[in-house]
């Protein structure tokens, strides 16, 4: 029976054997065709049934009405005053998402991911932050931004590509085939091409809406953007590239050594594919030597180390609460990751949830809770993500010793400020906790492979069963002695300042 469900691993070991057998086809398919198609498989490849939840309610629709009026004054008004100046001063333009702002304490959102860049970036030249999506609107900003009006309404009713948008059409068609026919996938072969046709048209949308803003700008240097492998996000980095910009993409999380969008490209062009970036800004040196490890000799889409900024600056300035941790006090936090094939099955394992009926048990026999259980629900699945865990929890979920956070409700380093312990399957969390010098476990043979050198040198510990006993014991074992907790995924560093400046390919060996 022909597989239909893919872990990380596999797409990626897929995407090798692609690129090593038809090289030459992908080479020869120009500039464009092959990074559209590979990142549209990879989406259809994992593409899943999500868990179904109620739809909005009255005060959510309402709220979506006000968004869509202010969308509509916010494109056809206020975004033109408000650019202005921009046209003429702007050397930086950052393109995030809502997904990545995090509520402080202050009850301002920070962009976790921009906002730290950002602040360098503004402090010694005139940048611009810009949203791909009007979700922003209903925060308070750490740092203001704007909404970025994506797609021309004439140019989506229009039917069909032009010459050369046809030229690439066709050849992305050809790659396709060439993967189906290679990996025995006939019978998804409806879906990806209609997956691949959708991902073709919003990409040349969104490149053709992006050269005519981005020629706007009279002194504009850089675009530095995040998950540059998102339709949009590809359609802008092209027009940017077409216009000798420079595109930087912004490490928003784990780029593992299985991430296809990011290792094991064996196929790329001298000069580099249009729709790719030419930098990717890393948070660590793992990062870089996975992007490198299929092709250390390529002169095009750069790693370079750029540091991981969030850290210092929550613990230097954004840091406003104090969280009390006694001894006798468990604080577990549980950082979820969404339901994905038959790679993560059950994102709440039965071990955890035996674990959390012990010590409500324990609780109602009248001794002293000295357990608590916060799970943290994913960025990108939070209504889906707590429709799952009150299924999944039943009554559990009302208990007074569990609780659940998002985004919406605090940084996710504040709740890795009020952690004791911290378990997550592979999830980036499990790296980033290492700054806060918490007990923290991963699970699942992915987790044991990326973070191989983190589990030998005992900064995460390793669950090989994930069961309540396992659990149990890691809980509350004593740690005499507290090793250096350590990993090569991040430097905690400030941006410096010359990235934002300076030519990187000048620039790129200092760094």
């Known amino acids: 029976m022909m597989k239909l469900k893919f872990d990380e691993k596999e797409i990626f070991n897929l995407f090798s054997k692609m690129e090593e057998i038809y090289k030459n086809e992908i080479l020869e398919s120009g500039k464009e065709a092959w990074p559209i198609t590979k990142i549209s498989i990879i989406n259809s490849l994992i593409k899943t049934e999500e868990f179904k939840y109620k739809r909005l309610d009255k005060l959510s629709k309402k709220y979506s009405l006000i968004c869509n009026i202010q969308d509509i004054l916010y494109k056809y008004f206020l975004f033109k005053i408000k650019m202005y100046n921009h046209f003429k001063k702007t050397k930086n333009i950052f393109f995030s998402r809502s997904i990545y702002l995090d509520k402080l304490h202050s009850s301002f959102y920070f962009d976790r991911v921009i906002d730290p860049l950002y602040l360098t970036s503004l402090a010694n030249i005139d940048s611009l932050k810009l949203y791909l999506d009007r979700h922003f609107f209903q925060n308070s900003l750490f740092l203001s931004g704007n909404f970025y009006k994506k797609i021309n309404l004439f140019r989506f009713f229009k039917k069909g590509f032009n010459h ?287 973070y191989s050198e983190e589990i030998q040198n005992q900064s995460l510990k390793h669950f090989k069963k994930f069961d309540k006993l396992e659990i149990m014991n890691w809980l509350k074992e004593d740690e005499h002695i507290i090793n250096e907790k350590k990993t090569r995924y991040i430097v905690n560093k400030l941006p410096n300042p010359i990235i934002f400046s300076e030519d990187l390919d000048r620039t790129n060996k200092i760094l």
Not at 191 to 220: G, I, T
Not at 250 to 259: F, S
Request: proline share 3%.
């Open 164 to 450: 050369s948008e046809n030229n690439i059409n066709k050849k992305s068609l050809e790659l396709l085939r060439l993967f189906i026919e290679l990996n025995n996938l006939d019978e998804s072969k409806e879906r990806m091409k209609e997956d691949l046709q959708n991902k073709l048209k919003l990409y040349f949308l969104s490149k053709n809406n992006a050269l005519n803003f981005l020629k706007k700008f009279h002194n504009l240097k850089k675009i530095f953007i995040v998950c540059w492998y998102s339709t949009d996000c590809m359609g802008i980095i092209a027009a940017a590239n077409e216009l000798n910009l420079e595109t930087i993409d912004i490490q928003h999380g784990k780029q593992g050594k299985y991430q296809p969008a990011y290792s094991g490209w064996k196929c790329i062009e001298k000069k580099g594919f249009l729709n790719v970036p030419k930098y990717f800004w890393c948070w660590g040196e793992k990062g870089i030597k996975d992007i490198l490890s299929d092709s250390t000799d390529r002169e095009a889409h750069l790693p370079f180390l750029g540091g991981y900024a969030w850290p210092i600056l929550y613990k230097s300035f954004l840091k406003e609460r104090v969280f009390d941790k006694p001894d006798s006090k468990i604080k577990l936090l549980f950082t979820i990751q969404p339901h994905k094939g038959e790679i993560n099955n059950e994102p709440l394992e039965e071990g955890l949830i035996n674990v959390l009926r012990h010590y409500i048990k324990d609780e109602k026999e009248g001794n002293l809770s000295e357990f608590n259980l916060r799970i943290r629900l994913h960025p990108n699945q939070i209504e889906n993500g707590l429709s799952y865990l009150k299924y999944r929890l039943g009554e559990l979920f009302h208990s007074k010793i569990i609780n659940i956070s998002s985004k919406y409700d605090s940084s996710l380093f504040d709740d890795f400020s009020w952690a004791t312990h911290h378990i997550t399957f592979f999830s980036t969390t499990a790296i980033e906790s290492i700054s806060f010098n918490i007990k923290t476990a991963v699970y699942g043979e992915l987790a044991s492979n990326l």
